[in-house]
């Protein structure tokens, strides 16, 4: 079945510190690909959406790429800042007509001041 | 701006009763989804629906019913609450499933956060 593998549970970094957090994935055909960001005491909202191979999404100063040949897909920013603290989430969506997501464990992004 | 509203916000229920959690969304989307949280892992999905009256299996249905009245309301259902489904359960809403052209983003509530003792 469908799965996505995010290794980093926990990342503390400090403000202007460089984000990298990789999610690789597992499927049939050719997938959608997401982050999600959740803030404290809120649901998940759609942060980047990436469709196509080797293009980058961005927003907010995230960038987001994807590596089809190696089944990953990474969310980076160059300086985060202490509002980035939150829990990303790496979604993968299939090609059956549910729209169901099949979601990463997540990464808690501690940025100290 | 999508709204998606649960439920109560957090519930106590005792094992072996039974549990109601409601999700009303505004948005006059067709899809709606059940998610279960549970710290380190994820999120994952529990049932979905695509149009009134029908609801699908997810991922982990097992002890859950769900129930799709109208477009706007979708509850999931705890007919014997155990221990294990103590969880932070998310609803959430789409315009339809992401075929080419469309985004699909999915809106989700704060969250029903739920302890069975």
């Known amino acids: 079945g469908d799965s996505v593998i995010q290794m980093q549970g926990q990342v503390t970094l400090s403000e202007n510190d460089f984000l990298f957090i990789n999610c690789t994935y597992s499927?049939?055909?050719?997938?959608?690909l997401f982050w999600y960001v959740q803030y404290s005491g809120e649901g998940p909202q759609l942060l980047l959406q990436?469709?196509?191979?080797?293009n980058k999404g961005s927003s907010r100063g995230f960038e987001a790429t994807y590596d089809k040949g190696t089944t990953s897909f990474h969310l980076q920013k160059t300086s985060v800042q202490e509002i980035d603290s939150a829990v990303y989430y790496c979604a993968m969506r299939d090609n059956t007509n549910t729209g169901k997501l099949t979601f990463g464990d997540g990464t808690v992004l501690t940025v100290k001041p | 701006e999508a709204a998606v509203t649960q439920s109560p916000r957090s519930k106590v229920a005792v094992t072996g009763g039974k549990v109601t959690l409601s999700c009303h969304q505004t948005n006059n989307h067709d899809y709606m989804y059940w998610y279960r949280q549970d710290t380190g892992h994820g999120l994952r999905l529990i049932h979905y629906s695509y149009v009134a009256d029908s609801t699908e299996k997810g991922d982990i249905p097992d002890g859950y019913k769900a129930s799709r009245p109208s477009q706007e309301n979708f509850s999931l259902i705890l007919e014997l609450a155990s221990l294990s489904q103590t969880a932070v359960y998310f609803c959430a809403s789409s315009a339809d499933w992401g075929g080419a052209g469309s985004q699909n983003t999915l809106y989700f509530g704060a969250g029903t956060r739920l302890s069975v003792l």
């Open positions: 990436v469709t196509t191979a080797n």
């Open positions: 499927t049939t055909g050719y997938p959608t």
